[in-house]
């Protein structure tokens, strides 16, 4: 069995939102640790796509900065390669592995420099890495990168506000490309985008990845996006894995409840007037969270054991894991 | 007899480089209780669609040309002040992001009280007692305890609830709600979609429901506009329009969207954008990206016929050659 390119082992993050140490002495205030991911552990094979999937809140976007490296893990390790990656990151080497692993961000409004021109955005990275020196050789390549977003040489010496925001994410994407990498984590890519333009971006995200083979974590809140461009998924809630499953299983049979509440949620485009069943309550404050299992006050099955005891993370023979006691005693 | 009519309302924008016209030609009618669907991409026009109806466009911005009445009331060409008593009493606003909607220094109930005794002669316990009532009916739990709280001590899901109590206050015959879910997660979503859906219905309140989902429209909506480029592209019953829709821009957008219960290995896509405000094509304002455009789309600009079922601005629909 090859090994995977991206290994997340037990990861979790934890952050101090404590009061500033003057209102802790005199108002007598706790340090406060918030855990945005606790314990999420996963493997993405070479030229898969994992998407994660969950409401505001749920530590998905925390998941795709530890893998990149943005943030440090408080616990766990995560393997790049068969490396571990937060020892490379912090190495000599570090420059390498930056090269190997790119990211895109949610909001192409905010993550292009407004005073450079697009041909200063996706040549940085070439530079910076010193792949290419020359100054015609770079302004090929980077005509290059941008011809596969289906940009073009003309828009080399333009500014990011003069491209409407479909074109400024394939600017993103361009730049991720510039290095070469392997893996590219994309946080809700197309969030912010319409749904014609959003199609568009889409479908450069596939044929790029078939074109050259590329790693995904595909961060996203929309199921039917997730169903689109994964290979498999996981549904996170209050930091937690739920369940991880195939695509094709996860949407032809969801086991945990949360998973068939989103799936429930989702407006059903050919049936109109029918009315979703809505979910009762509300994502509860992850700094204060239910006792056991983190779903236990919103799910209907919820029994004494949920609230009192974590549920432990199951797999089965498909590789195919569920936290869930409900589940995992045949209730459900 | 409609409660709201839209006539070939025009709104521009003067600007430096000459004016802006940002929506042209719009006209649409909404019956008593009706749930009208106004969608489309960014930049379409459907919220300065809502926002000319309320009176609340943002200078340079005004309405060039066209009518809106409400009950057989012309309120377009009303003042700032001949407004004010419509707005809220008549004409109910929810907007998307319901923190800013909400004043961060008054609690919820004081601002329910206020607008209350703004538009009805009531006293200050009895509105209070109101209050209290449509919070419950929101399904605001704890009603009584919850209304002397401020707006950020509610989630934003029970804050989009006050919005929705607030602007059934004073039992408006008409909510504009514009994008009222998208700040939302889905499990929300559906929760504050039903409530809006049942509390117009008991109130005997028609909706201008704006969003850019056409899931919310499809299980919302009786009827739906497509906007496309400051005018409207279709309109027509709602499960006509999504199943068999007639523009070729509504027919794209139902492609482009990914389908939770079939998948595909490419979505279908709609090269290119929506046109600037300065450079709206001649003609269809959608034949640069239509597939199916012919010569006469170029030249001519296809209208909206009134009257029918439901209708498209589009040649081929109009020529009959689809």
Redesign the interface.
Known sequence: MTQPLVQAIQIAKRFDVSPPWLNRVLERKPRLLLTAVDGVSFDIERGQTLALVG??GCGKSTVARLLVGLYGTSQGRVLFDGQDAQAGFQSAQAQALRRRIQMIFQDPYASLNPRWTVQDIVGEPLSEHRLVTERDALQQRVVQLLKSVGLGAQDLLRYPHQF????RQRISIARALATEPEFLVCDEPTSAL???????V??IM?DLQAARGLTYLFIS?????V??MSDRVGVMYLGRLVELAPKKAL?ARPRHPYTR???D???????????????QG??PNPLNPPTGCSFHPRCPHANARCAAERPAWQVDDEGAGVACHAVQEGRL | MSLLQVRNLVVEFPSRHGVLRALDQVSFDIAPGEILGVVG??GAGKSLTGAAIIGLLEPPGRIAAGEVWLQGERIDNLSQQQLRPLRGRKIGAIFQDPLTSLNPLYTVGQQLVETIRTHLPMSNSSARARAIALLEETGIPAAAQRIDHYPHQF?G??RQRVVIALALAAEPVLIVADEPTTAL???????I??LL?RLCRDHGAAVMLIT?????I??TCDRVAVMYAGRVAEIGP??RV??QPAHPYTR???A??????S?????????G??PRLNAIPSGCAFHPRCPQAFERCGLERPELTAGGAGQAACWLALEGRM
């Open positions: 409401e505001s409407s925001g479909g074109q319409d749904v014609s333009v959003q199609a568009q889409l479908n596939k809140h929309n199921m039917a996006v169903r689109h949407f509440m989103l799936l949620a989702i407006p059903k485009m050919r049936q109109t007037g029918q009315a979703r069943v809505p979910v509300e994502v | 991409e960014s989630s899901g029970m997660d889905v499990s929300i979503q559906a929760q979609i039903g859906k850019h989902d056409m899931g919310v499809a299980e709602v499960h999504i199943n794209g957008l139902m482009a969207i990914p389908d939770i219960d998948e595909r290995e490419r979505l279908y896509q709609i090269d954008a929506m």
